[in-house]
């Protein structure tokens, strides 16, 4: 069974398929860095969409998602920008904790698991 690795760097691969599974690392807010949890939280979620799309899946397929926050405060700012994005219908499980960061620009990191 092959494994597909995309966005591969040194370090590690932004999104790695094997055996109809896509796992995406936590991604984390490169082109809203600094900016506001909403705008973060945006940035973010567009990136997952063209990561899973790379992978040949899509948010519908979602089965897992945690989401770290560097300040569980802004927990609703957060969640009304993913209750905005996420398929109602096929809403994946989900942790969300809070946790330092690898910088404090960035106030949100998510990963997700999906089917393909």
Do not use: Y
């Amino acid at each position: 069974m092959s494994i597909q690795r995309i966005k591969s760097g040194d370090r590690m691969s932004q999104a790695v398929v094997h055996g109809g599974i896509v796992s995406t690392a936590g991604q984390v807010a490169q082109n809203a860095r600094g900016e506001s949890v909403s705008k973060q939280t945006k940035d973010i979620l567009a990136e997952i969409d063209a990561l899973l799309n790379e992978a040949g899946s899509d948010k519908t397929k979602l089965l897992t998602a945690t989401i770290w926050l560097a300040d569980i405060n802004d927990f609703a700012e957060m969640n009304a920008v993913w209750d905005a994005w996420v398929d109602k219908a096929n809403a994946p499980t989900r942790a969300c904790v809070e946790s330092k960061l690898a910088s404090p620009d960035f106030t949100v990191e998510i990963a997700v698991t999906a089917a393909m």
